[in-house]
């Protein structure tokens, strides 16, 4: 997915903001599966270093100003 425009741009690091959050929420609990645990904390991780390259590419594409 490639963002169009601001408005996409700043709904997407808005998500990013919430994704690390909740990344950083879940690394401090106490897992009750281990394995989960684990999986959700990737799932959350690989989310973010999507939205982080989305945000740069749209970035870098973008006339200077």
Same mark, same amino acid.
């Given at each position: 997915?490639?963002?169009?425009?601001? +408005?996409?741009?700043?709904?997407?690091?808005?998500? %990013? *903001?919430? =994704?690390?959050?909740?990344?950083?929420?879940? $690394?401090? &609990?106490?897992? +009750?599966?281990?394995?989960?645990?684990?999986?959700? %904390? *990737?799932? =959350?991780?690989?989310?973010?270093?999507?939205? $982080?390259? &989305?945000?740069?590419?749209?970035?870098?594409?973008?006339?200077?100003?």
């Amino acid at each position: 997915m490639a963002l169009k425009n601001e +408005t996409e741009l700043a709904n997407t690091r808005q998500k %990013l *903001r919430e =994704l690390e959050s909740r990344y950083e929420e879940r $690394k401090r &609990e106490t897992p +009750t599966n281990p394995r989960v645990h684990e999986l959700t %904390l *990737r799932s =959350l991780k690989r989310l973010i270093n999507q939205l $982080k390259e &989305e945000i740069t590419l749209f970035e870098v594409h973008q006339p200077v100003k």
